[in-house]
C-alpha cells in the first residue's frame, strides 16, 4: 500500500498563501486519483479537492473554487495544493489520500496522510 506525507502547511495571515505537498512512496501515484480534504476542530472532514490519474480532470469544492489549484507530478510521486487568497476559515488539518475512483467521498479513499497543519490568522 502506498505511503503519503503532507508537507507544507503553517501558519498564514489572511490573504496570504501556502503550497502543500503530498508525497508518496511505496508505490506509483499515476495509479491512483487523488484528493486533498481538511479537517477543523469538531467537524468533519471534508472534500477540498481532488484530481483524476492524468491530472486532466480536476474538482474543488465551492467554498475554494477560483483560490486553491490541485496539480500533480506523476514523475516525482507528487501532488500538490496551492492555496491562495487563505482565509481565517481555511483553518484545518489538511490530508491527502488515494482513491481509484473519482470522488468526493472520504470512504472512497483508501490511503491517507497523517496530515499537515494550516492555520490562518485575521
Known amino acids: 500500500q502506498v505511503q503519503l506525507v503532507e508537507s507544507g502547511g503553517g501558519l498564514v495571515q489572511a490573504g496570504g498563501s501556502l503550497r502543500l505537498s503530498c508525497a508518496a512512496s511505496?508505490?506509483?501515484?499515476?495509479?491512483?486519483?487523488l484528493g486533498w480534504f481538511r479537517q477543523a476542530p469538531g467537524k468533519e472532514r471534508e472534500f477540498v479537492a481532488r484530481?483524476?490519474?492524468?491530472?486532466?480532470?480536476?474538482d474543488y469544492a465551492d467554498s475554494v473554487k477560483g483560490r486553491f489549484t490541485i496539480s500533480r507530478d506523476n514523475i516525482k510521486n507528487t501532488m500538490y495544493l496551492q492555496m491562495n487568497s487563505l482565509k481565517p476559515e481555511d483553518t484545518a488539518v489538511y490530508y491527502c489520500?488515494?482513491?481509484?475512483?473519482?470522488?468526493?467521498?472520504?470512504?472512497?479513499?483508501?490511503?491517507w496522510g497523517q496530515g499537515t497543519q494550516v492555520t490562518v490568522s485575521s
Open positions: 484530481i483524476s490519474r492524468s491530472g486532466v480532470s480536476k
Open positions: 489520500a488515494t482513491s481509484y475512483t473519482i470522488s468526493r467521498y472520504p470512504n472512497h479513499y483508501d490511503s
Open positions: 511505496g508505490g506509483i501515484l499515476n495509479n491512483y486519483a
